[in-house]
């Protein structure tokens, strides 16, 4: 083994308390590599038990993804929509991001219906909602685009991310290294709640694909309202969609949201500003080699054997 692989083990069984930041090594806890949020930094186990342990009330709404998989987008969408208005909030996502704001009371004092979000895996969502068959909306995007997304993301900030190299090391070193998968990585964070989902007999998780969003946003916003038992005019379906869009809503983040959060949030401001980077499908094939795509269009296969999962890479 060599002194790299030896530390990285060292740290897979790791919970709970680091001292600060070490910009190439991610905090990482039940085996997975963790985003640089302060509260994770600070102590992962904490958080994530708080998470789980949270009280939820039965209207709560729950936004799953995987890191960068058009979060941002969907709960503009899924806050307009609770809101019966297209009108955007003065809180950004980041003001109930679960494993990342400053201080979880926030949610206790909130007016339901509560929208929060969160990149935890399925075994790591509130039990109580959970239980209640509280409504889950679950973000999901091809994997190739999400690394091209991470990448970029993870470029711009390097005093939390380290230097993750070009597009190569990085998917090399990062994206397919199975010692420091964020998250736990793409596939085990997919199957998981494909699995989860086929579990649900209440119809409590929804699945939104990124793609069928993008290609078909005025029938994907009316199923999310349908989902959310919420009774929307066409008109008023096609006004969110169109303040959703991808230019309107970069400029909303500049223009409306209320920067303080961000702040408080401690990320660097290039990670926030990077938000909004380009929005489109397909965009992993500026990215791959031939030979990277093979590589991974082979793993694809195998982890996916099993999956009735239908990822759309264009
Ligand atoms: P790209 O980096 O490929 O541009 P998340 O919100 O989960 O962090 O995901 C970020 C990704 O969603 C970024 O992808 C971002 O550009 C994209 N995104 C944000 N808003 C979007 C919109 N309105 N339409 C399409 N993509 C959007």
Not at 68 to 95: D, N, R
Not at 126 to 138: L, S, W
Request: net charge negative; charged share 30%.
């Amino acid at each position: 083994m060599d002194s790299a692989t030896t530390a990285l083990s060292e740290m897979e069984g790791e919970i709970g308390r680091r001292a600060g930041p070490q910009p190439s090594m991610p905090v990482m806890f039940d085996g997975m590599a963790l985003p640089p949020f302060p509260p994770l930094i600070n102590n992962a186990k904490k958080r994530f038990e708080d998470i789980r342990s949270l009280d939820c009330r039965q209207d709560d709404v729950l936004l799953v993804a995987y890191p960068k998989s058009g979060t941002h987008w969907i709960w503009e969408i899924v806050c307009m929509i609770l809101k019966q208005k297209a009108e955007y909030s003065k809180e950004p996502k980041e003001f109930l991001f679960l494993e990342a704001m400053p201080d979880l009371d926030v949610v206790r004092n909130l007016p339901s219906p509560r929208p929060m979000n969160t990149h935890l895996p399925y075994r790591w969502l509130p039990t109580q909602h959970i239980e209640n068959g509280g409504k889950i909306v679950h973000v999901l995007r091809n994997p190739k685009d999400v690394c091209v997304s991470i990448f970029h993301h993870a470029k711009v900030a390097p005093t939390v991310h380290g230097d993750v190299g070009d597009f190569q090391t990085f998917f090399k070193t990062r994206f397919m290294n199975p010692k420091v998968k964020l998250m736990g990585g793409w596939f085990k964070y997919e199957k998981e709640f494909e699995e989860a989902e086929k579990k649900d007999k209440r119809g409590a998780i929804f699945t939104v694909h990124y793609e069928n969003l993008k290609k078909n946003p005025i029938h994907e916003a009316r199923r999310l309202a349908d989902f959310l038992n919420i009774d929307l005019r066409h008109e008023d379906i096609v006004e969110i969609v169109d303040k959703c869009s991808f230019q309107k809503l970069k400029q909303a983040d500049e223009t409306v949201k209320d920067q303080s959060v961000f702040k408080e949030s401690g990320l660097p401001t290039t990670l926030i500003n990077n938000l909004y980077r380009k929005g489109e499908i397909g965009d992993w094939k500026n990215h791959f080699t031939v030979a990277m795509n093979e590589q991974f269009d082979a793993v694809f296969k195998e982890e996916m054997i099993d999956s009735d999962i239908d990822i759309q890479f264009e």
